[in-house]
């Protein structure tokens, strides 16, 4: 993948982060979700008063891709305000994402200084997905 398009994925996830609605956790989340197209798609965690109801920027930034035609994926990246630790993408992310691309990279950026903390790949978060066929 061209540098200038991670580049640009993390520029936007930073300022989508921006956007959080978290006002019970504080805690701001970005996501950009580059297809394998070379559009990208965002998301920001949107929190609600009933808790459970909250959305993680990660499946908010892969539902507005599916939602918008696309189904191939290229590289996911996580924008958090990561203080000396790498902030992983949650259980129930890994899980979704592991239907549409069990084996993206996930690239994740420190909020506070916009550079790459960690890069990894879903499989080796999430090696054992559930699966209707499995
Ligand atoms: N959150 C995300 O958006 N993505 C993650 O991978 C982990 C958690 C959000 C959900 C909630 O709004 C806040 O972070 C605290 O859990």
Do not use: W
């Amino acid at each position: 993948m061209k540098s200038e398009l991670l580049q640009h994925a993390i520029t936007q996830s930073l300022a989508v982060r921006n956007r959080s609605y978290s006002p019970y956790s504080q805690f701001k989340v970005g996501a950009a979700l580059i297809t394998k197209s070379g559009n990208i798609f965002v998301g920001t965690n949107v929190e609600n008063g009933s808790y459970g109801a909250t959305v993680c920027a990660e499946r908010i930034a892969l539902f507005s891709a599916v939602s918008a035609g696309e189904r191939e994926f290229e590289t996911l990246i996580v924008t958090a305000d990561m203080d000396g630790k790498a902030v992983y993408p949650c259980g129930l992310c890994l899980q979704v994402f592991s239907e549409f691309a069990p084996q993206i990279p996930v690239v994740l950026v420190n909020a506070s200084t916009g550079k790459i903390e960690k890069e990894t790949t879903l499989d080796t978060l999430f090696p054992h997905q559930f699966s209707l066929n499995s």
